[in-house]
């Protein structure tokens, strides 16, 4: 039986098999595991065992492979890895996918931490291209013969854009391109990358799918819909697998066993138990963010709005046809930005801090903060003007938030 995320979610440990009937898997904190045999000692690390084992924590523990498996399910995936964060996993799936000599295309508009590692990877030897991904014909534009990889956001954070999701999927499927899509604002709850082709899904699982705020994570999640024994940069180790996993595998080898950026197991049952409620917390503050949009909208002293279910968004059309709903993600200007810094202190329900995808709302100016390192050159280019404000919509009464912004925007 193929489950939904919400049920995936509540079932995963339990039809894995957990141990004595336990309804989550256990946080498992050993770091060794033995074993009576030393022929088994050998198999797990020759990958010949028939069951699932663990031999050393940085590569993963019982606990972190339930998580996996959750996520797996949820994303409808081959199989998946989790890392210490978010970071770790786009960094991994990168670095142990590319070589110097090859071109990653990419979104223009994306997370920014993920962007500043766009200037490492150059230094390595990977170029780069930054296009404007809601264009296909700009995508299919900046293509080169070298062209490897392609990487976007579901819905960019903080400018809410949405790249042209299937057409780029049918342009990779095309050209035999490994189409990565960074999940993270829309999560499986509401769009699974898979369905447009995506060969790796990433999640930061500290936002969206934990909720809670208090724990780190990530997961890079292979699908089926990439052939990999064609793709140049697998070890020979590797190739010796089923192809739809060779990817996998090596980001497990060389990117968290070599790297060594590990989930722990606490951070992993943190994160399994605040995955049960994504799809309730997901259409919760999907309906809370497009009633605040609307009524922002309509207020005299806001002179724009960004969500993609707002039908004035730029790609309305493809959200509505892609995403069951717009997720907690908005941005907004005001009519007179020289009234920002008062306007956000009178707030007193959204938190001012960095994060995203918290039960909590969150808000932050982003020019001065998360864009600030990036300097007014890349600030304009990707469309981050000095008075947009970003909106993390949490699971706070929505009338008590339109109460609270009615307040603070006089
Ligand atoms: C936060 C974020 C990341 C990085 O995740 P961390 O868990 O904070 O490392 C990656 N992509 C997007 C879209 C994000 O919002």
Not at 43 to 56: C, D, I, R, S
Not at 152 to 171: F, M
Not at 183 to 201: E, Y
Request: with cysteine; glycine share 10%.
């Amino acid at each position: 039986m193929t489950l939904k995320p919400a049920s995936t979610a509540q079932h995963a440990d339990r039809l894995r098999g957990t141990p004595a009937g336990a309804i989550h898997e256990p946080i498992h904190s050993s770091v060794q595991y033995g074993f009576e045999r030393v022929e088994d000692l050998i198999g797990v690390f020759q990958g010949t065992l028939k069951t699932p084992a663990y031999n050393y924590a940085r590569q993963g523990t019982p606990t972190t492979a339930a998580l996996e498996s959750r996520i797996t399910g949820m994303e409808a995936g081959l199989g998946t890895v989790c890392f210490a964060t978010g970071m770790a996993a786009i960094t991994a799936t990168m670095l142990t996918l590319l070589r110097a000599g090859d071109h990653l295309l990419a979104s223009r508009y994306v997370f920014g931490n993920t962007h500043s590692f766009f200037g490492t990877l150059a230094d390595l030897g990977v170029a780069v291209s930054l296009v404007d991904s809601g264009s296909i014909d700009a995508v299919r534009a900046a293509l080169r013969p070298n062209t490897r990889m392609v990487f976007v956001e579901t819905i960019a954070n903080p400018g809410t854009q949405v790249p042209d999701l299937a057409a780029l999927g049918q342009l990779c499927r095309e050209r035999g391109l490994v189409y990565v899509v960074d999940n993270t604002i829309t999560s499986p709850a509401l769009f699974r990358p898979r369905d447009v082709g995506a060969a790796l899904v990433i999640n930061s699982l500290t936002k969206t799918i934990a909720g809670h705020g208090a724990a780190l994570g990530g997961a890079v999640t292979a699908t089926d819909c990439f052939d990999w024994s064609t793709y140049p940069n697998i070890f020979a180790s590797y190739r010796r697998l089923d192809p739809r996993q060779q990817a996998l595998q090596q980001i497990r080898k060389k990117g968290l066993r070599d790297m060594g950026a590990s989930l722990s197991s606490e951070q992993a049952h943190q994160i399994s138990l605040g995955s049960e409620t994504l799809a309730l917390r997901v259409a919760q503050t999907s309906a809370t963010a497009l009633r605040l949009a609307d009524w922002l909208l309509a207020h005299p002293a806001i002179g724009g709005v960004r969500y993609p279910m707002l039908p004035s968004h730029p790609q309305h059309a493809i959200a509505r046809a892609l995403f069951s709903a717009g997720s907690w993600l908005l941005s907004f200007e005001l009519r007179d930005p020289g009234r920002l810094v008062a306007v956000l202190n009178r707030l007193q329900l959204p938190i001012k801090a960095t994060g995203l995808g918290d039960n909590r709302s969150l808000i932050i100016p982003v020019a001065p903060t998360i864009f600030h390192e990036a300097g007014a050159e890349v600030r304009a280019a990707m469309a981050i003007s000095d008075g947009l404000i970003r909106l993390s919509v949490g699971l706070e009464d929505a009338a008590d938030l339109i109460d609270d912004f009615g307040q603070a925007l006089g």
